[in-house]
């Protein structure tokens, strides 16, 4: 192998000045550039600048002679934040830095070893798990087409937590992990085997098994392990705290016995343990790496004081492990407008009310590009899209595909570089692409329909918008300029923004800021999430709530609705109440509760405290809440009830296709099973019915109650 992997070239020259690159930092930023031997734990709070600082410690190391660009190795996890490193070194005068994604490492040297280890050339790689699922759930008697992604999913975290289909009803079950569906885990098991027999019969191999076989050819081949390690020295990891166990096996393999290893994140911002992810490799550092040196980011350059303060605020009452990693953040930005709070009678309501608020920022001056829109799950979307293109105000969901490989993309991109050839232009750019994207048949105006109709129209109107800034840049700029300029985007994965309001998961927007972010709909059972059901998966809603604040830079608004259309009530999400206190009496003002348009004065109440009704004691989380009881104190429900219900639950969630969850959890059939409610006013009282699920279920339990046989219930309009 002449010593070098593919792709990097001996002799590059190195230019910049290591005393420039350690001018511009903080002092804690300083001090992780200047740790270069042995390992190093970067503990960094959301906006505190943490790529700034690795990306300047490498640099340092090469510029200084420390280390040789050529063997070190950035790993982080997304291609974007792959080529944003690599796009920072360069600045720096840093080249032959391999700043790859794990897969895209793996791949490499999978690829490059396979002639050596098996034998031509690599499998093909699966384009997506649906190809294979599909036919698999057909043959097995499932028809449902929904569950291939569900089934998906639980397959992509059985590798990554390095479980074989044997196993993992055992695992699963442990994990505290929920079959989709109607499927039992030994469904999932069986389904698991018959998608790996087909897929290796296809002749491919999925994105987790890249990672499998690589870790396999190391664990198993010396040779080659020592050949990799001979070539790679300095490891850098960004975001430890979302690695699986099955990536930190293949950075162990990397390893070896050695220890130059400088990783950095936030156990804070721990968000993806469903996907496998474990915060305990970042956690546990120091007791792997006693002599380690650790160095704590906590100066915060993105958010105001206010918004850091009430992302402290919302982590102060955090527990389980990950808290113990905390860090009280430090605003460095000059005040701003404090936070605000506003409830709705209804999800209408709130989504009007969040259009005039958005449309008010605009004419205000802050581009639409610049405010988010920041929901829990996709399903909540609609309401805001329907309110602001009502407004005629322009937005975009965020998606989780690359940009630059989507076929309209490539398609304008083949058509923009062809114009460019050719001389067109009329001297102006903005013009000259739409005139280029017209042959496309892209207008203007948005399109009146959703789905794929509208993805196609934002995606070639981030092309327009991009054009439109280069052009307010520079009046001189031409379609050869923005080709150039796409080419490097592309490079790099830094897709254009468009010019609209950004729609999007919290989980999708890690990572991203804005001037102006609007948390919605932070109700009970939706944020935090129903299914969160044990201590550490609120402690997860609440590190996801801590994320979509610390997205803000300037703005933030928290909103939730009392109802989803008008009919039966939602209690707010405890983490308002553990950032603010109870919920207050009704009053205007910036941190209180602000009446949106359209809503109706609400008679002020006293809640009476929630307490165990075994020990007495005030109950504190959601779970024990929904339960009534603290998780220690012994149960007193009927247990031969508690069975029925799930069985009827079963069967329930599978006529509809949902998850049994969405239907009743645990906690609301435990406490239908201890308080035995006798009629439907007290079926109402137990936490978690609701009355569209009494309108729903409510005669289908109340008849499991009283021991008989209930009849097929109907479906709910609103599943919170």
Same mark, same amino acid.
């Given at each position: ?24 930092? /903080? *002092? ?39 280390? /040789? ?68 759930? +057909? ?60 897929? &290796? ?12 076989? &690589? ?7 010396? $040779? ?13 990891? $960004? ?17 070896? $016995? ?29 007791? %792997? ?15 105001? *004081? ?28 000059? $005040? ?11 999800? *209408? ?26 929901? +829990? ?78 993805? %196609? ?14 052009? &307010? ?61 044990? *201590? ?6 609440? +590190? ?6 610390? %997205? ?18 939602? /209690? ?14 009704? +009053? ?91 009629? &439907? ?33 109907? /479906? ?5």
């Amino acid at each position: 192998m002449s010593g070098l992997l593919p792709g990097l070239d001996a002799g590059v020259p190195v230019v910049g000045s290591a005393d420039a690159v350690l001018a511009a930092l /903080d *002092p804690e930023q300083r001090e992780v550039a200047l740790s270069l031997s042995g390992p190093v734990v970067v503990l960094a709070g959301a906006g505190t600048g943490k790529t700034r600082a690795i990306t300047h410690r490498i640099a340092h190391g090469v510029l200084t002679g420390r280390h /040789d660009p050529r063997r070190t190795l950035a790993v982080t996890f997304t291609a974007r934040a792959a080529g944003e490193m690599r796009h920072r070194l360069a600045q720096l005068g840093v080249e032959g830095v391999q700043a790859r994604t794990f897969h895209s490492a793996a791949l490499r040297q999978l690829r490059y070893f396979w002639p050596r280890v098996v034998g031509g050339g690599a499998p093909e790689i699966l384009p997506s798990k649906a190809r294979i699922l599909g036919p698999v759930l +057909r043959r097995s008697g499932w028809n449902d087409p929904t569950l291939a992604r569900d089934v998906a999913a639980e397959i992509e975290w059985a590798k990554a937590s390095q479980v074989v289909a044997a196993d993992y009803p055992a695992a699963a079950l442990r994990a505290r992990r929920e079959p989709p569906g109607s499927l039992s885990l030994d469904d999932v098991a069986t389904l698991y085997a018959a998608y790996d027999e087909r897929k &290796t019969a296809d002749g491919f191999i999925d994105f987790e098994d890249v990672l499998l076989l &690589t870790v396999g050819m190391l664990d198993t081949r010396l $040779d080659i392990a020592e050949e990799v390690r001979s070539q790679y020295r300095w490891f850098t990891v $960004d975001e430890y705290q979302d690695v699986n166990p099955l990536q930190q096996r293949l950075l162990d393999l990397w390893l070896g $016995d050695r220890d130059e290893l400088c990783v950095v994140g936030d156990a804070s911002q721990t968000i993806y343990t469903f996907t496998g992810a474990s915060s305990s490799y970042l956690l546990d550092f120091r007791t %792997r790496f006693p002599h380690a040196t650790e160095v704590k980011l906590v100066r915060s350059y993105r958010s105001t *004081p206010q918004v850091v303060s009430l992302a402290n605020r919302v982590l102060a009452s955090a527990t389980g492990a990950e808290a113990r990693l905390r860090l009280e953040l430090r605003a460095m930005r000059t $005040d701003g407008p404090e936070p605000r709070i506003t409830s709705y009678d209804d999800e *209408p309501a709130e989504a009007a009310g969040l259009a005039a608020a958005v449309k008010k920022l605009v004419a205000a001056g802050t581009p639409a590009r610049e405010i988010a829109v920041l929901y +829990r799950i996709n399903a909540q979307s609609e309401v805001f899209e329907e309110a602001l293109a009502e407004a005629g105000i322009p937005y975009v969901l965020r998606g989780e595909s690359a940009f630059f490989e989507r076929g309209e993309v490539r398609e304008a991109l083949t058509r923009l570089r062809g114009a460019a050839r050719g001389g067109e232009g009329s001297g102006d750019l903005g013009s000259d692409v739409r005139s280029v994207l017209s042959a496309m048949n892209w207008s203007q105006e948005p399109p009146s329909g959703q789905g794929a109709v509208r993805d %196609r129209w934002e995606n070639l109107l981030r092309l327009v918008t991009l054009a439109d800034d280069l052009a &307010t840049a520079n009046p001189d700029a031409t379609l050869t300029e923005l080709v150039a300029d796409l080419d490097q985007r592309a490079t790099v994965q830094a897709a254009p923004t468009a010019d609209g309001v950004t729609l999007s998961t919290v989980h999708a927007a890690k990572g991203l800021e804005w001037d102006a972010v609007f948390v919605v709909g932070l109700v009970q059972g939706t944020f935090p999430i129903q299914h969160a059901d044990t *201590p550490a998966r609120v402690e997860e809603e609440r +590190r996801l709530f801590y994320v979509a604040c610390t %997205r803000a830079r300037t703005h933030l608004a928290l909103s939730w609705a009392r109802s989803r259309t008008g009919r039966g009530r939602r /209690d707010r999400s405890q983490f308002l109440d553990t950032v603010f206190g109870a919920e207050p009496a009704d +009053r205007g003002g910036s941190g209180g509760v602000v009446r949106g348009s359209g809503t109706r004065t609400r008679e002020k109440h006293s809640k009476q405290p929630n307490v165990c009704r075994v020990c007495g004691k005030a109950l504190v989380s959601g779970p024990e809440s929904a339960r009534g009881r603290c998780a220690t104190c012994p149960s007193s429900y009927d247990e031969a009830l508690f069975e029925r219900l799930k069985a009827w639950r079963k069967d329930e969630s599978s006529r509809q296709s949902v998850p049994a969850y969405v239907v009743f959890t645990d906690a609301t059939l435990e406490q239908v099973a201890t308080l035995l409610p006798g009629d &439907t006013r007290a079926l109402l009282a137990v936490p978690g019915v609701g009355a569209r699920k009494l309108e729903a279920y409510g005669e289908a339990v109340l008849a499991l109650v009283r021991g008989e046989t209930p009849t097929t219930a109907g /479906d709910p309009d609103d599943p919170a």
